[in-house]
């Protein structure tokens, strides 16, 4: 919406009056709108809210507004940054409507200045002035309500004044260094950029990963294998020079990687029920199922860490095939290259490690159930009451919990006895990795639910060992992404953010200096139900293809913005392989369609 007519037509017109003189183009230049997208008619493009979206109704002008609602801690925050004059005089003006709204800037250098109404049932302009201060190049300006006071809107906000310089590029990073080494991955950390938004890392002179922070891993190298890497800082204005290079050399590995297709589809085989899409043989799952999780092993009580996994009877699956021929078709999958592991948890089977006693248990029991059947390895599945955080236990990186510490050391005990080869993956609802962000355990000042991001430490320990992270992108509430805007289930945008998250890192519980960090992009897969029938969450496969396109292509991203591009993203993993077949194998027809 061109906001500047109205101003031009009146400055045209009083210049036909006698006596009026032209303004000089210095002062023209200096009377400017700062404000990007003050009119909201670009969706919330140059906004950062913490919970608003843009409505077609009510609006002061034009063809939309901005809608932010508070909830619980959150005052509904949309603010951006504007490059300014120091020392130069500025008017934030704006249109609101609604309960305790306000309007500031902050960062001024001087005094950093509001305006905010009680009420306003119609729209009501809130205007206030600022001079920035000898050294201010920057300001934020924003708008927020009050906590628990309903949804408020705002039109029409502008900052009046002179632009500041011209941006130029950030400057080229210094501090490069390398982090853990493997047979396949390189971490690498540098130091900060002023006025970096984000950074390109280099692999032997080519663009290999694009991120936002100051850290990066850099997985499907080769083993024993000498790489150079450089980053480059980028902002609005373009991209730096680049780094002084650093080099290192992966290790040898001691068998390398579990081997997996470049892209895999991972499905749950309901083995010891039918549900109500009924059983399916081990012999009749098609071949483009990678990875194939038998449901469930479940434990002879909560704390016991016994763990049985019993078949299907009978008088529930009709079809069921014998033990022999189960076995049979399993080696069969193994020999066309798939993997079949048994998946432990379940909604119905809650797994408490609480003691020493329970972790040896679970090593016996696991143990018996993968050499009977010869599998390849174990999934984690463990939901609800399965896994929480103590008071006490607040750093991800060191936890103290029972159930997490010997959960942690179980697992490890499994891959020393079975080693390379062991395939490990886990299945985390989203409450237990993506809440994570914003809480982790009971919090600082207790009160949480201590489940919140309880996931965070096991991944973060067995990350090295870990195959594949799948999270249920499904039965989950709304979840704050990196935007720190809340993202809800039906749509590509809740699977794009989610998996940004894992692919990006984030601070846990908003805490900088406590970042979890990234896994590699062959760790992780999506995990979406196969039908309607199979969960809450299921979308469409065009929701399954833009997904797919915005992460490993940076295309069809819809308005998530993602913080890198990931071809080598694993895959889909679904629930389930029963529900699929029963649904016409809608979900693995758009998986071969896509990745071929």
């Not at 490059?83 to 005094?111: E, F, H, N, Q």
């Not at 797919?548 to 998530?560: Q, V």
């Amino acid at each position: 919406m061109d906001r500047s007519r109205p101003l031009a037509l009146l400055i045209a017109a009083a210049l036909t009056l006698p006596g009026v003189t032209a303004l000089s183009s210095a002062a023209r230049a200096a009377d400017a709108d700062l404000a990007r997208n003050g009119g909201f008619e670009s969706g919330l493009d140059g906004w950062t809210c913490s919970a608003g979206t843009t409505v077609n109704s009510p609006v002061r002008s034009g063809g939309s507004a901005l809608q932010a609602t508070p909830a619980g801690a959150d005052n509904a925050r949309c603010a951006q940054t504007v490059t300014v004059k120091p020392d130069s005089a500025y008017t934030l003006s704006g249109y609101v409507r609604g309960a305790y709204v306000y309007l500031g800037a902050s960062g001024t250098g001087t005094t950093d200045v509001s305006a905010w109404t009680q009420s306003a049932p119609t729209w009501q302009q809130l205007t206030t002035t600022f001079r920035t201060g000898p050294s201010t190049t920057r300001v934020t300006i924003y708008t927020h309500g009050w906590y628990g006071t309903g949804a408020y809107h705002a039109d029409d906000i502008s900052l009046i004044g002179p632009g500041g310089d011209t941006a130029q590029p950030p400057a080229a990073p210094t501090g490069l260094k390398t982090g853990a080494v493997t047979s396949s991955s390189v971490a690498l950390s540098w130091s900060p950029v002023p006025g970096a938004t984000g950074y390109a890392v280099y692999r032997d002179g080519a663009k290999a990963q694009t991120v936002s922070g100051t850290s990066a891993t850099l997985g499907g190298l080769s083993p024993s294998t000498a790489y150079g890497f450089q980053v480059t800082a980028v902002n609005e204005a373009g991209e730096s020079a680049k780094s002084a290079t650093v080099t290192a050399t992966t290790t040898a590995g001691t068998g390398g990687p579990v081997q997996l297709p470049a892209h895999a589809l991972v499905g749950y085989l309901h083995a010891s029920f039918a549900n109500g899409s009924g059983y399916t043989r081990m012999a009749d799952v098609p071949d483009s199922w990678d990875v194939i999780d038998l449901a469930f092993g479940e434990p002879t009580s909560v704390t016991s860490g016994d763990i049985r996994f019993d078949r299907c009877p009978v008088t529930e699956c009709p079809n069921v095939e014998s033990d022999a021929d189960f076995k049979a078709a399993i080696k069969a999958k193994q020999a066309a290259g798939k993997k079949v592991l048994i998946s432990i948890g379940g909604q119905n089977g809650q797994v408490q490690l609480t003691t020493t006693a329970a972790r040896d248990a679970f090593v016996t029991s696991v143990s018996k159930i993968i050499d009977e059947y010869g599998l390849d390895g174990l999934d984690i599945d463990f939901e609800g009451h399965s896994l929480s955080l103590n008071a006490d236990d607040t750093d991800f990186k060191n936890p103290k919990t029972p159930v997490i510490v010997n959960l942690i050391s179980a697992v490890q005990t499994l891959k020393a006895k079975y080693g390379d080869d062991f395939v490990l993956t886990m299945a985390p609802e989203t409450f237990f990795v993506q809440l994570g962000y914003q809480y982790y355990g009971t919090g600082q000042w207790g009160g949480q639910d201590p489940r919140a991001g309880a996931y965070l430490p096991v991944i973060h320990a067995l990350r090295d060992d870990l195959t594949l992270l799948h999270v249920q992108d499904y039965n989950s509430g709304p979840i704050m992404g990196l935007d720190n805007q809340y993202h809800s289930m039906g749509g590509a945008d809740f699977h794009i953010a989610m998996t940004d998250m894992l692919l990006t890192g984030f601070p846990v519980a908003g805490n900088a200096g406590n970042v979890f960090p990234p896994l590699r992009p062959d760790q992780v897969a999506i995990g979406m139900p196969a039908s309607t029938n199979a969960g809450n969450g299921h979308v469409p496969p065009a929701e399954v293809t833009k997904t797919l396109d915005c992460l490993t292509k940076r295309t069809n991203c819809g308005s998530y913005a993602t913080h890198g591009t990931w071809p080598a993203l694993r895959g889909l993993m679904t629930w389930s392989i029963n529900w699929d077949r029963y649904s016409g194998w809608e979900f693995q027809r758009t998986f071969d369609g896509y990745f071929g």
